[in-house]
T-cell receptor, first 112, second 112 residues
Framework: KNEVEQSPQNLTAQEGEFITINCSYS?????LHWLQQHPGGGIVSLFM???GKKKHGRLIATINIQEKHSSLHITASHPRDSAVYIC??????????????FGKGTKLSVKP | DTEVTQTPKHLVMGMTNKKSLKCEQH?????MYWYKQKAKKPPELMFV???????INESVPSRFSPECPNSSLLNLHLHALQPEDSALYLC???????????FGSGTQLSVL
């Protein structure tokens, strides 16, 4: 059964700063998700990745399968990036879709 | 259309009420999910439907009754809820066999 650790739990940054959020998991996976949730809101899927690196606008996600570690980077951060960022992986190795275990989230606050 | 639409956005109900949450998608996804998220906690999987059949029930109390009447629609019927059931209820969908989930914006439920 997988366990997910995210760090940091809380992060405050100044607008324009480069931000890194980390995620570690304990069991092999087929894919890892990075999700974004604004206060009181639903979840937006940012990335799903199983190897290497993906980029979308100012967001970059990387994963190291051997080290069971992933990072989410935000370049030139903006106040609208303020949200909770959640890492999620399958609950069991080879587990069925949707049966995810979620990290506790990183609450990001970007100050103007 | 890449949206998962949930209604209502907010719901307040008494412990004796019967209400339903609705989730709809038109992406042709044949896997649909209900998650429950308490404040400041990560989401927890409740139910998974695959090809309109219930495939996973994560030991959810019978006061929550899911229904998938067709491939686009997922309902969650609520009856005799407790105040501790107050939470954000999230719906998601995916292609069967895919780890890429699309989330709705959720229904914020308050049980008085």
């Amino acid at each position: 059964k997988n366990e997910v650790e995210q760090s940091p739990q809380n992060l405050t940054a100044q607008e324009g700063e480069f931000i890194t959020i980390n995620c570690s998991y304990s069991v092999g996976i087929s894919a890892l998700h990075w999700l974004q949730q604004h206060p009181g809101g639903g979840i937006v899927s940012l990335f799903m990745l199983s190897s290497g690196k993906k980029k979308h606008g100012r967001l970059i996600a990387t994963i190291n399968i051997q080290e069971k570690h992933s990072s989410l980077h935000i370049t030139a951060s903006h106040p609208r990036d303020s949200a909770v960022y959640i890492c999620a992986v399958p609950l069991y190795y080879g587990g069925s879709q949707g049966n995810l275990i979620f990290g506790k989230g990183t609450k990001l606050s970007v100050k103007p | 259309d890449t949206e998962v639409t949930q209604t209502p956005k907010h719901l307040v109900m008494g412990m004796t009420n019967k209400k339903s949450l609705k989730c709809e998608q038109h992406m042709g996804h044949r896997a649909m999910y209900w998650y429950k998220q308490k404040a400041k906690k990560p989401p927890e999987l409740m139910f998974v439907y695959s090809y309109e059949k219930l495939s996973i029930n994560e030991s959810v109390p019978s006061r929550f009754s899911p229904e998938c009447p067709n491939s686009s629609l997922l309902n969650l019927h609520l009856h005799a809820l407790q105040p501790e059931d107050s939470a954000l209820y999230l719906c998601a969908s995916s292609q069967v066999g895919s780890q890429e989930l699309f989330f709705g914006s959720g229904t914020q439920l308050s049980v008085l």
